[in-house]
């Protein structure tokens, strides 16, 4: 069980289940469950269970299947916090799809990547369902690969709309997290926390967070001064057949540095 104080400060460690794709989702829930976290992330598209045969965890799944994945989850001890990334269209009727299912399941926030023109739908669905919707970062040449354009689309918006900070593609972009992190102040609703070997290569890989070029400890830093309160989804994408010790590091990492921040508070 998470210390504490993270609890206290609202700071919540969960998974991304895309750092188990090579397993079905009611395997990436054990896994988490057995890492002693509470939330998870989810993404469209992942092998429900070994049991279902091709059915796939996304926003189509009909009521039944929807009722056994939230069974399975409040089983686990798990809360299913985050969904993403999945597209926003400029469609209302795509977009009330994945909001719908949001709701019936308990998302709290939609990652996504949305287009620039569907920022005013994305903006009244925000509003009406009161989900958040979390601007996700993938690596350059991807159309949010800079801080600049997701604080461009969020001025002016709701507070529902804002950033999924994933630390690790800025890396690759060359982009400094903590620099992104400072800019991106207030707008930062969740983040994919990652921490990699090598910076501005497009193929650095995962290591264990305190242990590669991310300044990790420098970033919860500056959220902590930012009174960032939010999820953080651990995305280990790397030994991905055998992750769970080095996520569990991950995870001791975060305890004992979020510990440190309360203390010097």
């Not at 989810?42 to 299947?65: N, T, V, W």
């Not at 949001?102 to 620039?116: K, N």
Request: hydrophobic letters at 35%.
């Amino acid at each position: 069980m998470l210390a504490d104080n993270v609890e206290k400060e609202n700071w919540r460690l969960g998974i991304q289940a895309w750092s188990f794709n090579r397993f079905t989702f009611y395997e990436a829930v054990d896994k988490a469950k057995a890492l002693g976290l509470r939330y998870i992330e989810a993404y469209p598209g992942q092998r429900l269970s070994k049991e279902k045969g091709g059915a796939m965890f996304d926003h189509d799944m009909p009521s039944e299947i929807k009722a056994k994945v939230l069974q399975k989850l409040r089983g686990a001890g798990l809360k299913l916090v985050n969904y993403g990334v999945v597209a926003l269209p400029n469609d209302e009727a795509e977009c009330r799809k994945v909001f719908d299912f949001a709701r019936d399941m308990g998302i709290e926030t939609i990652v996504s990547e949305p287009p620039e023109d569907a920022f005013d739908l994305v903006e009244k669905l925000c509003d009406e369902y009161k989900i958040n919707v979390a601007i996700h970062n993938h690596p350059k040449p991807s159309h949010y690969w800079n801080p600049d354009t997701v604080l461009k689309v969020c001025n002016g918006r709701s507070k529902r709309i804002g950033a999924c900070a994933d630390t690790g593609h800025w890396m690759r972009s060359g982009i400094n997290p903590v620099d992104a992190v400072k800019k991106l102040k207030g707008r930062i609703i969740s983040l994919h926390f990652k921490d990699l070997n090598e910076f501005d290569n497009p193929e650095a890989h995962d290591v264990v967070w305190g242990t590669g070029k991310g300044n990790t400890g420098a970033i919860l830093a500056e959220l902590a001064q930012q009174n960032f309160k939010g999820v953080f989804s651990i995305e280990y994408e790397y030994n991905w057949l055998n992750s769970i010790p080095e996520i569990a590091g991950c995870i001791s990492y975060f305890e004992r540095t979020a510990s440190e921040l309360s203390k010097s508070k």
